[in-house]
C-alpha cells in the first residue's frame, strides 16, 4: 500500500506537494490526520473588507485563520504554500456564476487578490473518530454533504446570503458526544447549528446535496449540521461578487497546525 | 451622594447619558462595574481594510468587539450608542499628529468612517477585585498608565508601529492570581504580556507614561503589564495616517454587555 492510500498518514507538506503535480481526491476529509484543514476565499483589493467584515460578523461559518496581503498568494502563518497550487481544487465564480473549476489556480490568479483562509469541519474529525463517533462520509469514501440553509448570515457591505451547512450522520446515543466534542473547536466552526429535521433548516431532502456527495444513514443515525466553510460561495452567488476564486468543496488546504493548538 | 458619585453603580444607558451631556470623567474605570467597556478607532473606508486586517494580526490589543458599516455611526450589537456623542471624550488625529481632543466628536466626524470597537482592560477590573486584587489606579482616582512599548505589533498593509501597555502594580503574591483571572477574559487583552522589569518592555521609567497617569507602588507591588486598546493610536501616530478619530485613553465607550458574557 503506497502513502497515497493511505492520505491519513501524509504529512501537510506531502499533501500539498501531492496536489502540487496535480492529483485531485474527491475530498481531503481523512488526510493528513491530526492537522487542521482550511477553506479559501479570494476576493479583489476592493471586495477584502467586505469579505473580512463578513467573516467577523458571522464566526460560525467564516472562523479565520490567516489573511494574506493583498497581492500575496501565499500564507506563511498557518502553512509554508502557495495559495494558486497547493490546494488539490479551485473553483472560479465571475459575476456570481460558476466560470471554471480547476486544480491549478495560477492562470487565473490576479495581483489585487486577498486570501481568507477559513476553519474547516474536517479538522474536528479526528477528535470526532477519537470520541468513538463513526464518519458516515469517510467509511463510504465520499465528500461531505453540504447544504444551503434557509437562515441568512448577518450581511457586511456588498455580501449577503445564506447559511451553508455540512452534514453528518450520527447514532442517536452520539449526539450530545458529538456536540460537546465540536464546541471545543470553535476556529473549525464548533458546535453543530442543528440536529434532527431538515426542515427546520429550510433543507428539502437530504439525498440532493447542494455541494458534495449524499451519504448513507445507517439505523438509528440523526443528522447533524455544522456552519460551513463553503457559505461564502453560496454568498458569493447571491451578491454576484464579480470575481472571487475559491477552494472546490471538500477539497481543502492542509495546513502545517496540529488540531490540538486550534481546540479550546 | 448622587449616582454620578458612585459611577460603579450607574448603568450603561445612563452614563453614556452623562456622557452625552459633556461630563467628562479622568476615566470611565470603575464606572458602570460588571460592565464590557470598549476603545474607539474610526478610520476611513480606504483605511478600513488595513484597520480590519490590522486588528486580526494583533488579537492582543486589539480584541474585535464590533464593526460598524460604513457611514454608520452607531454600534447595535455591544450597545445601542452614538459613537460620536456617547464617549466621554475622543481625540482627532490628522497625519499622525494629535489636532484635537473634544467632548463631543460630532463636528469632525464623517461620512466614510468605519469604526473599530475594540475590548478593554476595564473590562476585567471588576473580576481583579473580586478575585482580591487591588487596583490601585482606582484606589488613587487616577487614571490607568499606559506605555509604549519597544515590541512592534504585525503589520497590516499601511499600519505598523508599537505595542502599547497598560501597568497595574500588584502585590508579588497575587501575581499569578492577576494573570489567571485576565487569561479568561481573551476579549478585553487577556493574560499580562509582562510582569516585572520594565526595561524588558523597552519602558524607561514607570513615572512618565505615554498615556494616562502615573500610579503609586505599595510596598510588594509588582508592575503588571497587559496590552492594551491605545495601540492603535500610536500605531496612527507612527504611520502619519490621515485621519482617525479614536476616544481619548481611559475614557471608554461603556456597553451594555456584561463581563460575563466575555469571559471564556
Redesign the interface.
Known amino acids: 500500500m503506497t502513502a497515497l492510500e493511505q492520505p491519513g498518514i501524509l504529512t501537510p507538506s506531502q499533501a500539498r506537494e501531492v496536489f502540487r503535480t496535480g492529483e485531485v481526491p474527491a475530498t481531503t476529509s481523512g488526510w493528513c490526520r491530526g492537522h487542521v484543514q482550511a477553506n479559501l476565499l479570494a476576493v479583489p483589493?476592493d471586495l477584502?473588507?467586505d469579505a473580512?467584515?463578513f467573516a467577523?460578523?458571522n464566526p460560525g461559518p467564516c472562523p479565520?485563520l490567516e489573511?494574506t496581503?493583498?497581492g500575496d498568494p501565499h500564507v506563511r502563518e498557518i502553512a509554508t504554500a502557495d495559495l494558486r497550487t497547493d490546494l488539490p481544487a479551485y473553483r472560479v465564480y465571475e459575476r456570481g456564476r460558476l466560470v471554471a473549476e480547476v486544480a491549478d489556480a495560477t492562470e487565473y490568479w490576479r495581483d489585487d487578490l486577498?486570501a481568507l483562509l477559513i476553519g474547516c469541519s474536517f479538522t474536528f474529525e479526528t477528535a470526532l473518530a477519537t470520541a468513538g463517533v463513526p464518519l458516515r462520509h469517510v467509511e463510504q469514501g465520499r465528500n461531505v454533504p453540504m447544504y444551503v440553509t434557509s437562515r441568512r448570515c448577518r450581511p457586511?457591505?456588498r455580501l449577503a446570503g445564506p447559511l451553508v451547512v455540512s452534514m453528518r450522520p450520527v447514532p442517536a446515543g452520539l449526539v450530545a458526544t458529538a456536540t460537546e466534542v465540536t464546541a471545543g473547536h470553535p476556529l473549525a466552526h464548533g458546535a453543530p447549528v442543528h440536529a434532527g429535521d431538515p426542515a427546520e433548516l429550510g433543507i428539502a431532502s437530504l439525498d440532493r446535496p447542494d455541494f458534495g456527495e449524499a451519504v448513507e444513514f445507517a439505523d438509528g443515525d440523526v443528522p447533524m449540521f455544522w456552519a460551513c466553510g463553503v457559505t461564502p460561495q453560496a454568498v458569493v452567488m447571491a451578491s454576484e461578487v464579480p470575481f472571487v476564486i475559491t477552494h472546490s468543496p471538500g477539497r481543502m488546504l492542509i495546513t502545517d497546525r496540529s488540531d490540538e493548538n486550534l481546540a479550546?
Chains 1, 2 share one sequence.
Open positions: 483589493r477584502a473588507f473580512l467584515l467577523l460578523r479565520l489573511v496581503d493583498p486577498v457586511a457591505g479550546q
